[in-house]
């Protein structure tokens, strides 16, 4: 029973410090919190949970196996989703050509939480998160329980802990981008920020998925 307390113990600081450094899903979060506002931002963090709990189920039951032994499945997936995305962030960019909007127009809520998923499920940090780190802190298997039953339950901690991360993320680029300094015309570089890092953001994607 201490082992396996030390063990959540061990993964919820190791999964906590992952989760901080700023990697894809981050950057995703705050180019939709300066171009798309908090409202979308949060959808955007909702979507980017389901795609990394899918990633955890996958390996959990074992598919994520086969996955990861067909390189070029993954690359392929990997290069559709950075497509995705860099076509999303163009979007966003010419939006702040033409419009002094605060916010994109709510109907791009389901752009964010799509593009959430699509994050969520193509970042290299939910293989390693749920591929290595996970299975290396779950310990004895209870009596009664299946080794997939644990890792699926363990997998929630870094789950949980993402959500929470994310929405500070999200709430500090909103309040940055809110700050009564940032007024009138000045709103379309937060717009064109957003924009360049969702690009930035797939182009690192693409480059990671070739090589």
Known sequence: MTGNLQGILGLVITSSVLIAIPGPSILFLVGQALSAGKKNALKGVAGNTIGMYSIAVLLAFGIGAVLMSSPQILMIIRLIGAFVLLLIGWQYVRASRISMAMDVPADKGH??????????????KSVIMFGTIVPGFTGEIPPGMSATTVLLLMSLIPIVLGIVIDIIWVYAAHAVKSASFFRGNSLRWFNLCGGILMILMALLLAVSSVI
């Open 111 to 124: 752009q964010s939480f799509f593009a959430g998923i699509i994050v969520g499920a193509a970042n290299p």
